[in-house]
């Protein structure tokens, strides 16, 4: 399967935001955008202004990039957004949101994105019961995520129920850290969605 090998810090930085992809680092001063908050290569700082077509495409790039998915799996999400009702750049937002590695991240069971989908294909999440190992499964209003009982005792989850707490959890889930489990209470809305992108640029580009 195709995947980006090359260096995270490298995307945030050429996006001059952080995308959060290396966990803890993102946090400390070790963080490359905080030493250098420009785009990376040779002319990096001295860019001209972005034009509109620009502005459009760094939005999708950015958007892409925080929740590791590819070209042609966003372009089928927005697809998919576009023939639903109410806003398409809400409803892509809410699609990316409910992929289940997302939800395992948001839950602070990973330190990432990256993890979260380390932690799915490995077998260690089940879903109303069921091993799921589909990093991009959409989980749905009620649906219950639980790490496996063989899986807990794995250091990643050891540390996930020491800091349960310790990171903001999103209203539209509950976490029972004592129990490693995720409640889906609903899909969020776009005013619970903290993702730093403007989705109408996005809807935007696609539409021309």
């Known amino acids: 399967m195709a995947r980006y ?6 995307r945030c930085r050429r ?10 680092k993102c946090e400390s ?3 490359p955008i905080e030493v250098r908050p420009y785009p990376p290569g040779l002319h990096g700082r001295g860019r001209s202004k972005d034009s509109e077509y620009l502005q459009q495409l760094r939005e999708k790039q950015k958007a892409k990039r925080i929740y590791g998915v590819l070209e042609k799996q ?13 806003k398409t750049g809400e409803r892509l937002l809410q699609l990316l949101e409910t992929r289940l590695d997302n939800v395992v991240y948001r839950a602070g069971f990973a330190k990432s994105r990256d993890m979260a989908r380390q932690i799915v294909r490995h077998g260690h999440i ?3 019961g069921k091993k799921v190992d589909i990093p991009s499964y959409q989980v749905s209003e009620a649906d219950v995520i639980e790490v496996r009982e063989k899986s807990r005792e794995l250091t990643p989850f050891v540390v996930a129920r020491a800091e349960a707490g310790s990171k903001p959890i999103p209203a539209w889930i509950e976490v029972i850290a004592s129990e ?3 409640l889906v209470h609903s899909v969020p809305a776009r ?6 992108v403007q989705e109408q640029l996005i809807v935007e580009l696609y539409s021309k």
């Open 5 to 10: 090998t090359g260096a995270d810090c490298r």
């Open 15 to 24: 996006e001059k935001v952080k995308l959060f992809l290396k966990g803890s």
């Open 29 to 31: 001063a070790k963080c």
């Open 74 to 86: 966003f372009r089928n999400y927005y697809v998919e957004a576009n023939k639903t009702e109410g």
């Open 126 to 128: 089940l879903v109303n």
């Open 180 to 182: 490693m489990k995720i």
């Open 191 to 196: 005013q619970v969605i903290d993702t730093q």
